[in-house]
């Protein structure tokens, strides 16, 4: 998905450069125009309401979407199920 990445109006800086670089594509708006049908995932904070744009266009679309804790849960269930950087088994993403 050819999403408009702007890791310098992002938080952390060097962590979501460091994303980009290995193929990651974020946005840091909130724009429902930024998704599309390509997009695997819409990583979203419990914050966001049902009348925000991004969040309505990812459900016209019919995208995948996880709240921050949920995939935060994954990534440290995967992390502790092996001790290398390179995993093996991955956490199954919720439908």
Aim: charged share 25%.
């Amino acid at each position: 998905m050819p999403a408009r990445s702007s890791p310098l109006r992002c938080q952390s800086q060097r962590r979501v450069t460091e994303l980009i670089r290995c193929g990651a594509q974020i946005s840091c708006g909130q724009a429902g125009d930024l998704l599309n049908k390509q997009t695997d995932l819409v990583v979203r904070s419990a914050a966001i309401k049902s009348d925000n744009s991004e969040y309505a266009a990812a459900v016209e679309l019919g995208l995948r979407q996880v709240k921050y804790a949920e995939l935060l849960g994954m990534v440290m269930a995967d992390s502790s199920a092996s001790p290398s950087r390179e995993r093996t088994a991955k956490a199954p993403l919720p439908p």
